[in-house]
């Protein structure tokens, strides 16, 4: 299968600042990526659809503003969590849609602490 | 919009013992179908996964999951559970080529000696 990276895996960071996190696929390219986000002991959420060369599309409830997505070419979207706090404290997965097997392909996530 | 359940929060059996884990959805036509499993603090290993064909569907480690159209469901069974399985189980629906994914909230998976 399709093979997806994320960077960096772990990352704390002060409040107020700002983190950004990498999404790749290695092997294919992506037209469409997808944010999740997955608190401990939930299930994960979609966050934003990403799509190459245009605005990210944000599920109802998730401020585009504080969660920025910029999916500049077929191989990588990034996140930026904007003036990050406590709250934004999670592990955020990305994965990547491959058309040739007509399926998301999952990067191994990305630990957000925000102190 | 599709919807994805799985009923049991957290199953304990015993090693070597027989797992069943449960999943249904909603939605109006067959949506594609997933299992992942989770260990702490990693990310998501595809077990297995139903597009169409043959409704016994064989994954890793062991473990396969059948689909019922019928029921809506997508069971995940493994005849005989070893430690190492211990971890959270998410069923999964995928619909528009899996352009939109839906995860239901994970079972809990432990595993007595």
């Known amino acids: 299968g399709a093979v997806v990276s994320q960077h960096p895996s772990r990352v704390i960071c002060k409040s107020g600042t700002s983190v950004k996190i990498e999404c790749r696929s290695l092997?294919?390219?992506?037209?469409?990526m997808f944010w999740y986000r997955q608190f401990p002991k939930q299930s994960l959420m979609l966050m934003a659809t990403?799509?190459?060369?245009?605005?990210?599309?944000?599920e109802q409830g998730v401020e585009k503003d504080k969660f920025l997505i910029n999916h500049a070419s077929l191989t990588l979207s990034t996140l930026t969590v904007t003036s990050a706090h406590p709250e934004d404290s999670s592990f955020y997965i990305c994965?990547?849609?491959?058309?040739?097997?007509?399926?998301?392909?999952f990067g191994p996530g990305t630990r957000l602490t925000v102190l | 919009a599709q919807s994805v359940t799985q009923p049991d929060i957290h199953i304990t059996v015993s090693e070597g013992a027989s797992l069943e884990l449960r999943c249904n959805y909603s939605?109006?036509?067959?949506?594609?179908l997933f299992w992942y499993v989770q260990s702490p603090g990693q990310g998501l290993q595809l077990l297995l996964k139903?597009?169409?064909?043959?409704?016994l569907v064989q994954g890793i480690k062991g473990f396969e999951a059948e689909f019922k159209r019928s029921q809506s469901s997508f069971n995940l069974r493994k005849p005989s559970v070893h430690w190492s399985d211990a971890a959270e189980y998410f069923c999964?629906?995928?619909?528009?080529?899996?352009?939109?994914?839906?995860f239901g909230a994970g079972t809990r998976l432990t595993v007595k000696p």
């Open positions: 994965s990547a849609w491959d058309r040739d097997y007509n399926e998301q392909f």
């Open positions: 092997d294919f390219q992506a037209t469409t």
């Open positions: 990403s799509n190459e060369g245009s605005k990210a599309t944000y």
């Open positions: 939605y109006g036509a067959t949506p594609y």
């Open positions: 139903y597009f169409s064909g043959d409704t």
């Open positions: 999964a629906v995928g619909v528009n080529n899996n352009n939109d994914m839906r």
